[in-house]
């Protein structure tokens, strides 16, 4: 596998966008993670070409370059070295250059991005709130469902068919519509926990001195 060197560093750099593209440099165990003053500036085909680049992912505000454990590390410090050293100082007239119509396209795919991830948030959320509920809305269902069926099938309308059944019947019927509300109880509770409410519906009083 290639070695992080001098040569394969200042590659990545240029390919960034140069020096004053690149705001940040830090790593993990298996990832470059840079943060960019404009991510448009940065060749992620040629990024992607430098022998001992394994990937590019692109998460939040980070630009993150992996090249596998170890490595990382290395390729850090000696980016950081050449940063402070001003080397690297490479402009990016691919960006500058570019024609308008593609600076534009990419905004707005970056844009459109930035809105589906908020879409799935929200579905998170959505998920977090109706997802534990849905086996007590079944049961409740079909507790009810099974009431309505032994009511219309073996009570005779105007007759009382046998007491105890119709008793049971009747406490089917409580227990269905009794847990139906407290699933209602638990959706409000879930969806304050899930926007980032305490729990609690009791406003919380400051304290006194």
Do not use: W
């Not at 004053?20 to 830090?26: L, P, R, S, V, Y």
Request: a positive charge; one cysteine or more.
């Amino acid at each position: 596998m290639a070695k992080i060197t001098d040569t394969m560093v200042g590659q990545l750099i240029q390919a960034i966008g140069g020096r004053d593209n690149i705001t940040h440099c830090g790593h993990c165990m298996t990832r470059l993670r840079l943060s960019l003053a404009d991510s448009l500036h940065a060749d992620r085909d040629t990024i992607k070409r430098i022998a001992g680049v394994m990937g590019v992912i692109e998460s939040d505000d980070q630009f993150q370059i992996v090249l596998g454990p170890g490595k990382a590390q290395t390729a850090c410090e000696l980016m950081n070295g050449m940063l402070s050293a001003g080397l690297g100082a490479l402009e990016a007239p691919a960006a500058q250059s570019a024609d308008l119509g593609e600076i534009a396209a990419a905004k707005k795919q970056a844009l459109k991005q930035k809105q589906t991830s908020a879409a799935h948030r929200f579905l998170a959320k959505f998920a977090t709130i109706f997802t534990p509920l849905i086996p007590g809305f079944i049961a409740a269902g079909l507790l009810l469902g099974f009431a309505t069926l032994i009511e219309q099938t073996l009570l005779l309308e105007g007759q009382q068919a046998g007491g105890m059944l119709a008793e049971f019947v009747g406490y089917m019927k409580l227990f269905s519509k009794g847990l139906f509300s407290f699933l209602s109880i638990l959706i409000g509770y879930n969806a304050q926990k899930a926007f980032g409410g305490s729990g609690s519906m009791a406003p919380s009083s400051p304290r006194c001195s």
